[in-house]
Nanobody, 120 residues
Framework: QVQLDESGGGLVQAGGSLRLSCAASGSISSANAMGWYRQGPGKQRELVASITSGGSLTYVDSVKGRFTISRDNAKNTVFLQMNSLKPADTAVYYC??????????????WGPGTQVTVSS
């Protein structure tokens, strides 16, 4: 019903930058939230950043000041600008969409994940 396509992952050295993109397609409510989660080796998945269709922002403390989330509502696309990358940022990054259907049902969708590797 909803598909999330991610791009932008890769291998960078510490201090470098990457920009992740996630484009959602399908039947998407105009009221929604999109965000990025990550799961590093041997760690649980955590929320990195999220943004609602109304512009409300959330960041995990460890990325504040370094990462910026933004979105293009018309294209249902979310971006994550990642600056000053650290080895601790190494993880698979997953895009997520959260919305309410026309019937009032909450639904979640996940992207396939894109690898971000930061070398020291």
């Amino acid at each position: 019903q909803v598909q999330l396509d991610e791009s932008g992952g890769g291998l960078v050295q510490a201090g470098g930058s990457l920009r992740l993109s996630c484009a959602a397609s399908g039947s998407i409510s105009s009221a929604n939230a999109m965000g990025w989660y990550r799961q590093g080796p041997g760690k649980q998945r955590e929320l990195v950043a999220s943004i609602t269709s109304g512009g409300s922002l959330t960041y995990v403390d460890s990325v504040k000041g370094r990462f910026t989330i933004s979105r293009d509502n018309a294209k249902n696309t979310v971006f994550l600008q990642m600056n000053s990358l650290k080895p601790a940022d190494t993880a698979v990054y997953y895009c997520k969409l959260d919305h309410l259907t026309a019937l009032g049902r909450r639904e979640w969708y996940w992207g396939p994940g894109t690898q971000v590797t930061v070398s020291s």
